[in-house]
């Protein structure tokens, strides 16, 4: 089961902070919980600075509920430490099925 995430960030900074540092560790910690990233890309453009990411669940995973305890997890928190999460002014989840 994929799911496509956008995260939107406040400013440039913010995203280059978020994308080489948090999200490099949350790479390190997804595996734990059965989770993986398909890919990591930004979006620098138009004033718009967004950081995409392909993320893999488990199949049959309810993917709200795992990326609840996921982010409630000590090992989330560790991967954001030093991070200020109202950097993040919105998130996007997009479920993607597969055709075949």
């Known amino acids: 089961m994929l799911q496509l995430r956008i995260y939107t ?3 440039a900074e913010a995203l280059q902070q978020y994308a080489t540092v948090h999200w490099t560790r949350h790479l390190k910690t997804f595996p734990t919980f059965g989770v993986s990233t398909d890919g990591v890309w930004t979006e620098q453009s138009g004033g718009t600075h967004r ?10 995973a309810d993917t709200a509920e795992l990326t609840r305890h996921i982010m409630a997890s000590p090992e989330f928190a560790a991967d954001m430490a030093g991070f200020d999460t109202t950097q993040i002014v919105d998130v996007q989840t997009i479920l993607l099925n597969p055709l075949h």
């Open 9 to 11: 960030l406040r400013s």
């Open 51 to 60: 950081l995409v990411a392909l993320i893999r669940f488990p199949a049959g």
